[in-house]
């Protein structure tokens, strides 16, 4: 009998996120082990002209957002929220009559879940990807270990209870949830991957583009991703006038967007650093790897916070993938996807002259860092594919339905 899951998303593609697409990922993963899977996301998704929208390949179902005075109300919306997902879940599980209910980060998508599996008898999985009162933290809408914050973590711990399997895509994350007393065989660990298919090794420049960017013969350390706060970024401009010292041709490029956008100009406009700072904005998901190709070092500064250390980032894998240089800030979650001078260099968090000291060091690399590039490569197809990893659900959804698959 073929397994039949019902999955419970914050957003789905076609917008785009690392969220966005590790979901896309699993579900295609999934369906190519033999299973149906069904997709719903929550009202976060946005105002959508259709409740039903076909994606690529994907068919996704949405639950319209709240309406009414509580749904604009502070906190109460949270509460509107759920109950518009848990209505549509409802719905659909009565229809599609899926074996398995699969809730996605955040809490506000497990408690819809739990409610609908416990009122039709369905077994319900609860996926962490991060927790979201420490994105919160780092957003500024919570302070760490501030009222509302615990709140939210004796949800997030309340929900994990109830669930029947509780999945996590690193060891850090793992180890919080055993630290609050969740017994290890009740937590499965399905890691971020990369699709090996999609990312040859970095091809040349594009001398066009790079010479468009102002980047002229320089050697490029760059950064493609969202600019939130806990990315670090500042710390990497920070570090720039060291780097400038001794490497005079270095330009940094800094592709995407987000909260931090503003600060960062204005910090690089601060240190005087004219044009050796290069903010592109967003670029469309099909020209990444256009821009990926003019970067000589990637760099992944991230600063230590319990963020960075509990959960690991999709990026530096895209970038072993690609046979890119990186470095990276020795936070929990880099150590657990990068082996220090062998997939990549770590320095220290926080610190931007061991930033600036290591940046140096491997765009020197005798060899051109031939053999970090080499290494990293080789971890990602061996390591960090998404059939290897997608292969951990089963053993996580035989416990949760209680039999073998």
């Known amino acids: 009998m073929t397994l039949r899951i019902l999955h419970v998303f914050d957003h789905s593609l076609p917008l785009h996120s690392g969220y966005t697409f590790r979901s896309a990922n699993i579900l295609r993963g999934q369906r190519n082990l033999g299973w ?66 699969h809730a996605h980060s955040p809490v506000l998508n497990a408690y819809p879940a739990l409610h609908v599996g416990h009122q039709l008898g369905i077994p319900v999985v609860y996926e962490i990807r991060a927790f979201w009162e420490d994105a919160a933290v780092d957003h500024g809408t919570q302070s760490e270990w501030g009222l509302r914050y615990r709140l939210t973590r004796a949800l997030e711990t309340r929900a994990v209870r109830q669930a029947h399997q509780v999945v996590t895509i690193c060891g850090g994350l793992r180890g919080d949830l055993i630290a609050r007393g969740i017994p290890l065989d009740k937590i499965g660990v399905v890691p971020n991957a990369v699709d090996i298919e999609q990312f040859s090794l970095g091809g040349e420049p594009d001398p066009a583009l790079k010479a468009s960017l102002g980047l002229g013969e320089s050697r490029v350390i760059g950064f493609l991703g969202s600019f ?8 990497l401009i920070q570090s720039l006038p060291l780097i400038l010292e001794k490497a005079p041709d270095v330009k940094l490029l800094l592709v995407g967007g987000g909260f931090q956008e503003a600060n960062l100009k204005a910090q690089a406009a601060a240190l005087n650093l004219g ?4 903010f592109v904005g967003r670029v469309p998901h099909a020209e990444v790897n256009r821009y990926y190709d003019l970067v000589d ?5 991230r600063h230590a916070m319990r963020l960075t250390d509990l959960v690991t980032p999709l990026k530096p894998l895209e970038a072993m993938a690609q046979g890119h240089l990186l470095i990276a800030s020795d936070v929990g979650g880099h150590q657990e996807l990068i082996e220090d001078g062998y997939t990549g260099v770590l320095f220290r968090a926080g610190d931007a002259a061991d930033l600036a000291d290591k940046a140096l060091t491997t765009l020197n690399l005798p060899d051109g860092g031939a ?14 594919n998404w059939p290897k990893s997608i292969a951990n659900y089963r053993d996580i959804y035989t416990r949760a339905l209680g039999r073998a698959l």
């Open 36 to 101: 149906e899977t069904f997709h719903l996301t929550s009202p976060k998704q946005g105002r959508v002209e259709q409740v039903e929208e076909q994606v690529e390949d994907l068919h996704f179902f949405r639950a319209p957002p709240p309406t009414g005075l509580v749904s604009r109300l502070p906190l109460f919306n949270q509460w509107a929220f759920m109950r518009a997902t848990e209505r549509r879940l409802l719905e659909l599980a009565r229809e599609l009559k899926p074996d398995l209910l």
């Open 228 to 235: 939130y706060a806990y990315e670090g970024l500042d710390l």
């Open 275 to 278: 044009d050796k700072v290069v």
């Open 297 to 301: 070092l990637l760099a992944y500064p």
């Open 371 to 384: 053999s970090l590039r080499a290494n990293g490569r080789r971890f990602v197809e061996n390591e960090r």
